[in-house]
């Protein structure tokens, strides 16, 4: 069978800290070739367990502003007081080469990405398991401060109250089956008439 010629699309997954989102996005990786991750840059500090240009691109305050000056980000946002951007330019260049690109981004990026290119979003928000669940995961971050914790327990309950935004809700209880749900959420959403853009010349091809 020939592969349809479709529009790659931009697959959003945001959640609370603690939800287990960046477990889930590497296991997506890891499973879809057809997908690859946009790599945000930020202003806050590298964690031990982070590699410059895999989890972010590590920049100052000023290189930001640099950035955002010059319309290098689809979207950026503060978030915990830092700042964090989606680099434009490899997101266009995938999805120019047919590959669909995988953000962890909060609410505030998917509402512009939403005002940008509704039409090749799709937004899956994460959810925990359990109020216990959450507490537990963001206390096992080791490499924050039980300051930081604390905050980002309070405004967990903020960020979870934007989830009515997204288009899918997936509870992240078992990484397992959060992660087959996500696979299947792709998979229906490529196979989305809208996207198919070769779809009718592959049916010209069908009926001549
Ligand atoms: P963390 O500092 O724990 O890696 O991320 C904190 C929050 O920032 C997460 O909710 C994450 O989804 C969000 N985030 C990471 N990169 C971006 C980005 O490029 N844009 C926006 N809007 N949010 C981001």
């Known amino acids: 069978m020939s592969e349809i010629l479709r529009r790659g699309l ?20 890891e499973s879809d070739a057809g997908i690859v991750m946009s790599v945000s840059a930020t202003t806050r500090a590298k964690r031990s367990n982070e590699v410059e240009g895999r989890d972010y691109v590590f920049v100052s305050p ?30 266009m260049a995938a ?8 953000f962890d981004i909060d609410w505030q990026g998917t509402q ?9 979003l799709v937004s899956v928000f994460v959810l925990p398991p359990s109020h216990e669940e959450l507490e537990r995961r963001l206390k096992t971050r080791a490499q924050d401060s039980e300051e930081i ?13 934007h989830w009515p935004e997204y288009d899918y809700v997936v509870v992240n209880d078992d990484v397992e089956r959060a992660h087959a749900k996500v696979l299947a959420i792709l998979e229906a959403e490529r ?13 010209a091809q069908l009926t001549r």
């Open 95 to 102: 999805l120019a080469a047919g590959r669909d690109v995988l």
């Open 10 to 29: 931009m697959l959003v997954l945001s959640s609370p800290s603690g939800a287990g989102k960046t477990t889930l996005s590497r296991r997506i990786l």
């Open 62 to 91: 000023e290189e930001f502003e640099r950035m955002v000056r010059n319309g290098e980000f689809l979207e950026y946002a503060s978030v915990f007081d830092h700042q964090y951007g989606t680099p434009k330019k490899p997101v």
């Open 112 to 120: 512009q990405l939403k005002e940008r290119a509704r039409e090749d």
């Open 191 to 203: 196979a989305r008439r809208s996207r198919l853009a070769g779809v009718g010349e592959f049916v």
């Open 149 to 161: 914790v604390a905050a980002r327990m309070a405004k967990a309950a903020s960020e979870i109250s």
